[in-house]
């Protein structure tokens, strides 16, 4: 209920900003009357007139570096290179000041502002008033620009080494997309429209998007969709400049990282926040949104993994450049599809006019790198010869095919409604397509995840398959153990022994090299670091299989006093009560459990047409989280309620965690040469 009111809500919004009239410049036009009103509230409609003139001259001055910056690339002039980059500091800087000013209307409670109006009133709590920046269309892509001209400026200031040429058309590249993104806030989507008539009052931020969630979950996931903008753009300029080493790979790799990690935080947030806000008793439901979240990731996940490989051995070269260009497409596709609300889902904005302007923009993107890929891929000059089958190299190779695999279905369930629809019957697939198509792949990426580690770069011999009886071992063990415990479902008994025999190579190694080299685990921090996010990841797949396949739950109205249990957690019924709010009436049960009180609610907010709203009551054990929803109340005093227990689901958020730490613990303060080149500086033959 609460999902489909977000997007009853937004199509609401939308369609009041296109009845609210007049834009900034409009305003300059109204009647002697309105400019009468205009007089008297200068000190507030000003913000309005400063960030629309802020967007305007970040647009110009980006257009200016996009353009500048490929002319002096092409030139090689150093003095216009760096005029062309103090261009796009400035208009990094007209962002700066655009978010700034938007913020500052939305504390002030500046309601000659459509999207002030829209988002937020006068009794919504400080913090959720300031999260207001991005719960909106305009806001949310404005804010997009923001971390775009941020990390751009960061990555262009460290990119001197590169030489001149990659880091002038890294400028004009990414000049080029904040020059777009800044165009569309200016003259398609501005935050900064103006009222003809400022309201005493605005109507709120949307009920479902009051939790803390939306302090953490949309900044983090918009961030991450901008980072992929970096290694894109430094890609991108060195194919224009010819440059197929691994220069760039060494420069991107840690905005590449980043973007990854925030990603991954992004997707981790979003899933506790519907675990905890829809009362569906889950985490992740393939929503279209959901889908477009996860595919640059699995991307990237790719390059990752196969950037060691052009590090390391040379190859792969074209492979890498595809797979940064291929992530950074899956951003934009999936820009067009949550603001363009041609596929539907709960999280997507109503549709509006921003929805072709991305799909140009995408289709200018795959355009020109899909030509630049095609023109230079003879000229890269890949090492010849395949790789050895079975080797580290080898199992790379195959685990990006199989990444890829997943990418590929992930991304026709999501485009099928539309594809379908073209041609006369929309189809939409559920969660049975994804689990059936993805799951072998996954299952696959899981076992190489246990034996990958453990192969040599170049052939495998006998010392691999000494190693292999520690993984091999605990996957058996733990297979058995379910087995006997009456476990019976097959991806169960597939998934959980694979994660063990993935965390015992990462327990092998790191006892292997505490026994024989304690130091090697700081000097080589990077490989450890990976496989403590190795350890992350298998700690998330047991939560996500245990919660998965083993979650019960069971539906029951209950009379005061009567209980309930499910899966041997008994939970009792004390009673029911009403609450008037300010903004809304909430109905709370008492359910008993142990020596706590959970609370499950439902709220109504009868300004918004009677929208309710579930709060949901969680408790957490060391095996399983009890997950109580309040389905309704009736006049007898009973209540109805869905009650789940979803075993070992911290384990999911425990395990996001690990991952994080494994990526910052790995990379934070580490300085090394670019393998590529550093290798040929090494003598062939090493003293003893």
């Known amino acids: 209920m609460g999902a489909e009111a977000s997007v009853d809500f937004c199509a609401r919004s939308v369609g009041h900003l296109r009845d ?45 570096s996009a353009l500048l910056s490929f002319w002096a690339g092409w030139r090689e002039s150093d003095v216009f290179i760096q005029v062309g980059r103090r261009a796009f500091y400035a208009a990094a800087v007209m962002t700066v000041l655009a978010a700034v000013l938007l913020e500052v209307a939305l504390l002030s409670h500046d309601f000659s502002l459509a999207y002030v109006v829209e988002h937020t009133d006068l009794s919504t709590p400080t913090a959720l008033v300031a999260a207001g920046f991005y719960g909106g269309q305009e806001g949310s892509l404005l804010y997009w620009t923001l971390i775009l001209g941020v990390l751009g400026a960061a990555s262009l200031f460290a990119s ?34 103006l009222l003809s008539v400022t309201p005493p009052d605005g109507l709120g931020l949307n ?71 829809l009362g569906w008793g889950g985490y992740w439901g393939w929503d279209p949104v959901e889908n477009v979240a996860l595919m640059p990731w699995l991307a990237t996940t790719a390059y ?61 993107c795959v355009v020109f790198s899909g030509t630049l890929l095609a023109f230079r891929a003879a000229s890269l000059g890949e090492a010849s010869g395949p790789a050895p089958a079975v080797s580290r190299e080898g199992a790379f190779v195959l685990q990006n ?49 246990a034996v990958g580690p453990l192969l040599p770069w170049r052939h495998a011999g006998r010392p691999v398959l000494r190693a292999l009886r520690w993984p091999a071992t605990a996957a058996l063990v733990v297979m058995t153990g379910l087995f006997v415990a009456g476990v019976r479902s097959a991806p169960a008994l597939v998934a959980v022994p694979l994660a063990v025999a993935a965390g015992a190579t990462v327990a092998s190694e790191y006892t292997r090299a505490a026994l024989k080299r304690p130091m090697s685990i700081l000097r080589r921090r990077r490989r450890y670091g990976a496989y403590l996010a190795h350890l992350g990841l298998v700690v998330v797949v047991v939560g996500i299989a245990a919660s998965h396949f083993g979650q019960q739950e069971k539906d029951v109205t209950l009379q005061p006093g009567a209980q309930v249990t499910v899966a041997g957690y008994t939970l009792t019924y004390t009673g029911a009560q009403k609450r008037q709010l300010t903004d809304h009436t909430e109905f709370v049960a008492g359910m008993r459990f142990g020596d706590q009180t959970l609370e499950p609610s439902r709220a109504t907010y009868a300004g918004l047409g009677g929208q ?32 789940f227990v979803n075993p070992l689901v911290s384990w999911v958020w425990a395990g996001g965690a690990v991952i994080i730490l494994g990526v910052v613990l790995g990379n934070v303060g580490e300085r090394s040469p670019i393998p590529e080149l550093a290798r040929r500086r090494i003598p062939i033959t090493l003293p003893a």
């Open 20 to 64: 609210a009239l007049p834009r900034v410049l409009g305003v300059s036009l109204a009647p002697a009357a309105d400019a009468a009103n205009m007089r008297r509230t200068s000190g507030v409609v000003i913000l309005g007139y400063l960030g629309a003139g802020a967007l305007l001259a970040g647009v110009v001055m980006g257009g200016f």
């Open 160 to 193: 001197s080494r590169l030489g001149a040429r990659i880091s002038a058309y890294a400028t004009g590249i990414l000049a080029a997309i904040l020059s777009f993104f800044l165009f569309v806030l200016a003259v398609v989507a501005s935050p900064f429209d």
């Open 207 to 277: 009920p479902v998007l009051r939790d803390g969630g939306m302090l953490i979950h949309p900044p983090v996931v918009l961030a991450g969709f901008a980072s992929f903008a970096i290694p894109f753009s430094f890609a991108c300029a060195a194919l224009l400049a010819g440059r197929a080493d691994a220069v760039w790979i060494a420069h991107t790799r840690r905005f590449a990282l980043l973007a990854w990690s925030l990603q991954t935080a992004g997707l981790l947030l979003g899933m506790w926040w519907a675990y905890h806000v």
């Open 304 to 364: 990752l993994h196969s950037s060691q490989v052009q590090e390391r051995r040379g190859r792969l070269r074209s492979w890498n450049f595809g797979l940064v260009i291929l992530a950074f497409l899956l951003v934009v596709f999936g820009t067009f599809i949550v603001r363009s609300g041609v596929v539907p889902s709960v999280h997507t904005f109503a549709i509006s006019a921003i929805g072709p302007w991305f799909f140009a923009f995408l289709f200018v």
């Open 401 to 449: 095919l199989l990444l890829i695999g997943v990418v590929a279905v992930v991304l026709w369930g999501t485009v099928l409604p539309l594809v379908s629809g073209m041609f006369g019957t929309e189809r939409v697939v559920g969660a049975p397509y994804y689990e059936r198509a993805a799951a072998p792949l996954f299952a696959t990426i899981l076992a190489l995840m």
């Open 612 to 643: 309710a709203l579930t709060h949901v009551a969680i408790t957490t054990t060391p095996l399983a989280d009890v997950y109580v929803v309040l389905a309704g109340t009736n006049d007898d005093g009973s209540a109805s309620f869905r009650v």
